[in-house]
């Protein structure tokens, strides 16, 4: 059944008003721009519609480089003569596709209870480490938490468990509405699975009850209760919000306050007579209640009193009375879940009591609402998407409601939903069941155009992909696009004229000019598309990073052929990523080892990280490892007494502190940022407080805002571009997570650090390991200024973000000007050929300019990928690479080298773990090529034994003897960067 409904025309003028110029708050994906009360307060209920403000105040320009981008709302639309439909799915023939037919699901809390095996919202998900679907449901009315799993999705199997031997129950306490999520983030294994149940307690009289949280593996074993959340009523739950990294709890009331509340004469009416069963609190319809977290327990544990959470949605007039009830209808319960770039909200509407109750039980049905802030829901329909049957014999007659969510099946939507068929109050024929419904994939709602051609013009949109898709069924129509600029001229060859017609029925159809291979020049340019239309319906659009067409958004409860929560194209089997060794979970085990050999073998005062420590007992070199050393060649045959610094073994132990110490910053972020754990935000606040002392250390020759090597007790003023590059991607990783006052000294840090480095034109006057300011001077002279700049401009780019400074966007522009008169090259792509150690700058750095100024993508691009496919085939089996190596264009690979500062030996290391993090962090920008593969051979190569510096290259080439001290060293730039890369990769999915 399809509702149809006119769009009206949003005619927009070419001077579009800002979007949230008043806000400071948070910007999301899609560019609202959050205000600084978030989440907003509410204290009025009444039955007006909700207000949506975003749909009042769109973004000027919209980034679209996450997901599909569905026709819900006109959130993305400036104009069209199209219709849009609101479309509903179709029940499964099989439905009811779980029954209960097991003793233990017969039972219920009275004796006319009816047997029962249904979601009460719980969880159904499909599980991409098994390839399950997998199912937790309420077995026996109101009584057990059971599992089943299917191969398909219509089939399911009650597999005999060991919790309660002989049954498939994995949780055995009384029970009402309960909520499973399915968190391939977690950081720790055991938190995989989370649930929250709301407890029956025949003994309680409150007049909230329990909601607690538990853990598990595998979902079937559950741990102890972590934790209780605040008051709530019978029918909460629970979601994730991966747009904002938030857990959200759903909080069911219906009471307020009246000492901090109100609500309006017609709401209050609406609740008059009801019994209230002491206290102050006065009856209002049934309502919810919103809270949210950065981990499941903060968001359970963020109150304490009732009416505490803010007034979040509910049912409003324009949600119709059935005719044969009356009674206007009450918001029962809010699931949600992220489907593409939206929130998909699935909305149990109550309809009130029949007259024929307890023959028919209450009635209620599922509605949907999109949001696209996380707490504003748009309803544009108010039909009934999953409702219930009139045919009495129905599995569905009464009381349908969500399963928490839905998955995505092919070019379908599995819908899950419990209901009720009630034929009689006294029969054991009263039997609670599970329905399966499905939908077109992004089938919520279509853009229709009948046999004369319409057009749908969007607001401006941004993107950093350059493969148009759509989603279309136009068997017997056509589509054509073009693109226009930002004063509405269209930009040739995107034109109408050169677009090739789109015909057929898919959920992803390729759309393309003549003359133009793609949309790669239009990068980060804003620009609206103008679709036109003939005999078909438009779903959706997108622009895909690659040309099968996967849209980096999010799929909701999971499906086949999808390897974490978002649609990403399904890598190539290379050499790199078919000779996996480790499953995800050993890999996981393996970070928690190299992690605790951080905390509890390397770390100094201040959470600081040195270079080195001793293997054998990890303590810090001493001036006897480093006799008969080599003299490091930037001495110059100088003595550390005449250059001013520490001896040998101090400076080495402590050479690189700013950077490992950022580096293990960036871990920590990343970690918390996939996890929520509030042990990793822990870590992130005491390392950047060790860079913070570093930063304020009192430096010989005065410079503010200058973050240096400090070796041992003497505080040197020597630094290099090294510092520089890692210190920003520590702090830029943390900054979007980092709690108001951390921000604070980043913002500080930043900004004193990047004017020092303006002042001195970026070149150290001081000199850096014996060399003058002049002798670097010179250096800097005859080196591109590219491979400058993609030190400094990061840093730039940072402070210009923290401050708003314009200097800071006048000094970004002056360097690209530069670098523009440098015509011979743009990033070196042969920086891997002379040196093992360096030039992994080229493969991770600029995913930070990527972000930060997605404007100049294509600058960058060539680069990163020359970089990346040449230093790939340097890697040895055992994940190091040469110290020093030269490309062979003809094999195409590289050839190990003798390396001058290793004694004019050949030697390998470690250090492959830097671009292992590069290759993480540019994925996202190259989807098409298998740099996560990559980065997990390294990951899973590397151990104790190569997190060194330098070590002999094979047998045929042992070290010189003045670098054998090396190693035998653990490098704390290994160790690091090995844990950013691995968090890095948890926090995108990639394991």
């Known amino acids: 059944m399809n509702s149809k409904r006119t769009s009206f025309a949003v005619v927009v003028g070419m001077v579009l008003l800002g979007h949230g110029a008043a806000m400071g708050g948070e910007t999301l994906y899609n560019g609202i721009v959050l205000p600084d009360q978030w989440p907003p307060e509410i204290r009025h209920f009444s039955r007006d519609a909700w207000p949506v403000p975003y749909l009042d105040d769109p973004p000027t320009v919209i980034p679209i480089d996450v997901g599909r981008q569905l026709f819900v709302d006109d959130f993305l639309v400036q104009s069209t003569t199209l219709v849009r439909t609101f479309h509903t799915p179709t029940w499964h023939a099989a439905s009811p596709v779980l029954v209960p037919d097991m003793p233990w699901e017969a039972k219920g809390r009275n004796p006319g209870d009816p047997p029962t095996a249904h979601p009460f919202s719980d969880g159904v998900w499909y599980d991409s480490l098994d390839k399950r679907f997998k199912m937790w449901y309420m077995g026996g009315y109101f009584q057990h938490t059971c599992y089943a799993e299917s191969v398909d999705g219509v089939h399911w199997v ?58 598990s593996p595998d979902g079937k074993h559950w741990s102890e209760q972590l934790a209780t959340a605040g008051p709530v009523k019978d029918r909460s739950t629970f979601f994730y919000n991966p747009f904002r990294k938030k857990w959200v709890i759903s909080i069911k009331d219906t009471l307020y306050d009246p000492a901090t509340e109100t609500v309006s004469e017609e709401a209050e009416a609406q609740a008059a007579g009801r019994r209230i069963n002491g206290g102050n609190l006065r009856r209002l319809p049934r309502m919810r209640r919103y809270a949210e977290g950065d981990t499941l327990i903060g968001a359970a544990t963020s109150w304490s009193k009732p009416c505490q959470p803010t007034m979040w949605l509910g049912a409003d007039r324009l949600d119709s009375p059935r005719a044969d009830i009356g009674t206007p209808p009450e918001l029962y319960n809010l699931d949600a879940v992220a489907y593409e770039s939206l929130m998909i909200g699935l909305l149990t509407i109550w309809r009130g009591v029949p007259s024929n109750h307890p023959a028919r039980d209450k009635i209620n049905n599922v509605c949907l609402a999109y949001s696209r802030d996380g707490f504003h829901w748009d309803r544009p329909s108010r039909d009934p998407f999953l409702n219930v049957s009139e045919d009495p014999d129905a599995w569905n007659y009464s009381n349908v409601q969500s399963c928490g969510g839905f998955l995505v099946v092919g070019d379908l939507l599995y819908i899950y939903a419990s209901g009720r068929q009630t034929r009689n109050a006294d029969s054991r024929d009263r039997v609670c069941g599970t329905g399966l419904a499905t939908l077109r994939r992004d089938g919520f709602a279509s853009m229709d155009a009948g046999s004369t051609e319409g057009t749908l013009t969007t607001r401006p949109v941004r993107f950093s992909g350059k493969h148009l898709f759509v989603n279309l069924d136009a068997p017997e129509g056509r589509l054509l696009a073009e693109v226009l600029d930002a004063n509405g001229q269209v930009i040739a060859p995107f034109t109408k004229e050169n677009c090739i017609p789109v015909s057929g029925d898919g959920t992803r159809l390729s759309v393309r000019w003549e003359g133009a291979p793609d949309l790669s020049r239009l990068v980060g340019t804003p620009v609206r598309f103008r679709f036109f239309l003939e005999d078909g319906s438009l779903y959706a659009f997108w622009v895909s990073a690659e040309r099968r067409g996967a849209s980096g958004g999010y799929v909701a409860n999971g499906g086949p052929g999808f390897g974490g929560p978002v649609d990403v194209a399904p890598l190539k089997a290379t050499a790199s990523s078919d000779d996996t060794k480790l499953s995800d979970e050993q890999l996981a085990e393996k970070a928690a080892r190299v992690q605790a050999l951080v905390e509890q073998k390397m770390l100094q005062q201040h959470g600081m990280v040195p270079m080195f420590v001793r293997a054998e007992d990890y303590q810090l070199p001493t001036a006897d490892d480093y006799k008969g050393a080599y003299r490091h060649r930037h001495l110059r045959g100088k003595t550390e007494e005449e250059i001013g610094i520490a001896p040998m073994h101090v400076w080495r132990a402590w050479e690189n502190t700013a950077s490992n110490t950022s580096f293990y910053l960036a871990a920590a972020a990343y970690q918390y940022r996939a996890t929520g754990d509030p042990r990793a935000l822990a870590i992130c606040r005491r390392t950047l407080g060790a860079l913070k002392y570093i ?84 250096e800097a002279s005859t080196k591109q200024n590219w491979n400058r700049a993609i030190i400094f401009l990061p840093l730039l780019n940072l402070a210009w973000r923290g401050t708003a400074d314009a200097e800071f966007v006048d000094e970004i522009q002056r360097w690209y000007e530069v670098c523009a008169k440098d015509n011979k090259h743009r990033v070196a792509t042969d920086r891997f050929s002379t040196n093992g150690f360096g030039g992994r700058r080229n493969v991770y750095l600029p995913t930070l300019l990527m972000e930060m100024d997605p404007s100049r993508h294509r600058v960058w691009r060539e680069a990163m990928l020359s970089n990346y496919r040449q230093a790939r085939t340097g890697l040895l089996e055992d994940g190091t690479w040469p110290t020093a190596w030269s490309y062979d264009s003809r094999k195409g690979g590289m050839k190990p080298q003798p390396m001058p500062s290793v004694g004019g030996g050949y030697g390998r290391t470690g250090r492959s773990a830097i671009f292992a993090m590069g290759c993480v962090a540019a994925q996202r920008w190259f989807p098409e090529e298998d740099m996560r593969g990559v980065a997990r051979r390294i990951l899973e190569r590397l151990d104790e034994d190569t997190f060194r510096f330098v070590m002999p290259l094979d047998e045929q080439h042992p070290l010189p003897a003045e670098w054998l001290v090396e190693s035998r060293m653990l490098d704390g730039d290994c160790l690091t960067s090995w844990l950013c890369a691995y968090w890095e990769g948890r926090y995108r999915g990639y394991w």
């Open 158 to 215: 009650k597999p005999m468990l060991d919790v309660k031997p002989g049954t498939n129950i994995v949780y055995d306490r009384l029970r009402d509405s309960s909520t499973v999520w399915l968190d391939p983030t977690a950081g720790d294994p055991d938190e995989r699975f989370k649930m929250m149940y709301f407890s029956l307690d025949r003994k309680q009289r409150e007049l909230y009850m329990k909601f607690h949280l538990h853990c």
């Open 695 to 778: 930063y304020t250390l009192p430096i010989e020759k005065g410079e503010k805002g200058f973050l240096c090597k400090p070796y041992g007790g003497v505080y040197s003023n020597q630094s290099a571009g090294d510092q520089v590059q890692c210190v920003t991607w520590g702090l830029a990783v943390y900054r979007p997570v980092a709690p108001p006052e951390d921000l604070v000294d980043i913002d500080t840090m930043t900004r004193d650090f990047a004017k020092y480095q303006m002042g001195i034109d970026y070149i150290e006057p001081h000199g850096y390991f014996g060399r003058t300011g002049e002798d670097l001077r010179r």
